[in-house]
């Protein structure tokens, strides 16, 4: 039976957000806003464009799922034909040829042995299905003439003098303002007032001392964040700066996030070790200000509660046991 297991993928990103190969990685859709191209004078619709992770390789069963529906075939003849396709991919790709995924992209692998993928142009949104591309080139104005050029300057001299004006009005009356204050107020204070002496004890003392403040990690809902990378042994009392504090997702309609927190810290570098660990590992970071601490994690759409499950032991596998799930 010969089946087309590329081309199936791009009717599975339709409806779902993520689609995995099997050992391969996976292809992650994400919602794009409309923009404007002001080199081709081009309006693009928003859509979802597709984008590949070789760090997601585990097997999230769409895929087989599909083939059974679409062939009437058990199980394991479905997971058979996905490893056989896969094994050929592999193949292909230590070849040095690109592999096509029809309206999906192209995957191939650099001189540096990194797979690399190229994206198609195909929207995925079903919000914005058939919309196409516009041209948009900016509006021709015509020159001014003579007449309405000296009409114009005209017009910037007078708001000139206005400001001139205006600015000389508000100055005057700041001073007629603080003679009047001098004259009326200020020379009737007592003469014979004093100035009031600094104790003797307290001259050249330095501050007292406030004790830093516990950077442990803080406990919420009786579980303990822990740190994700164990070679810290503490942590320094310097505040985070407020790069850190990433806003939540932009979604599309309908769509929905998870939030699943690793670690708590107070020291700038630890937030952006933990946060590279995470781009290195796939996942798109979460970082949120709690206190003098900024909480760190990983952020993911989902379209279903299983989804959940499995990010959370990927991420407890990958980090550490005692992340959780923040929000969903």
Request: hydrophobic share 35%.
């Amino acid at each position: 039976m010969e089946m087309d297991i590329g081309a199936y993928i791009a009717t599975i990103l339709y409806e779902h957000n993520t689609v995995a190969i099997p050992g391969l990685g996976s292809f992650v859709s994400q919602y794009k806003s409309a923009d404007i191209d002001q080199v081709q004078g081009k309006l693009h619709p928003p859509g979802r464009t597709v984008a590949f992770n070789p760090n997601l390789v585990g097997d999230d069963g769409l895929l087989t799922r599909h083939l059974q529906q679409l062939h009437g075939i058990g199980p394991a003849e479905a997971h058979h034909i996905v490893e056989r396709y896969v094994g050929e991919v592999k193949e292909a790709i230590e070849r040095r040829e690109i592999v096509v995924f029809p309206e999906v992209g192209r995957l191939y692998q650099d001189y540096e042995k990194n797979l690399q993928f190229l994206p198609d142009n195909t929207n995925f949104s079903l919000d914005a299905y058939g919309l196409p591309v516009m041209e948009a080139y900016p509006v021709a104005r015509p020159k001014a003439t003579k007449q309405e050029q000296k009409q114009q300057e005209m017009v910037k001299r007078d708001r000139a003098a206005n400001k001139g004006l205006l600015a000389a009005i508000l100055g005057g009356s700041l001073v007629i303002a603080a003679a009047v204050y001098f004259l009326f107020f200020y020379s009737g204070l007592p003469k014979d007032d004093t100035l009031q002496r600094v104790p003797t004890s307290r001259v050249n003392v330095s501050p007292s001392v406030r004790p830093a403040a516990d950077d442990s990690l803080q406990k919420e809902d009786g579980d303990s964040l822990t740190d994700a990378a164990p070679q810290e042994e503490a942590y320094d009392t310097e505040e985070p700066d407020d790069d850190f504090d990433t806003e939540s997702a932009t979604t599309a309609p309908g769509q929905r996030y998870m939030v699943i927190i690793i670690g708590a810290f107070g020291n700038k570098e630890n937030v952006t070790r933990l946060v590279d660990e995470i781009f290195e590992a796939g996942y798109e970071p979460y970082t949120e200000k709690s206190g003098p601490l900024t909480k760190v994690g990983i952020q993911k759409t989902y379209s279903n509660p299983a989804e959940i499950e499995n990010t959370l032991m990927e991420v407890r596998n990958r980090f550490t046991s005692d992340a959780k799930v923040y929000k969903r």
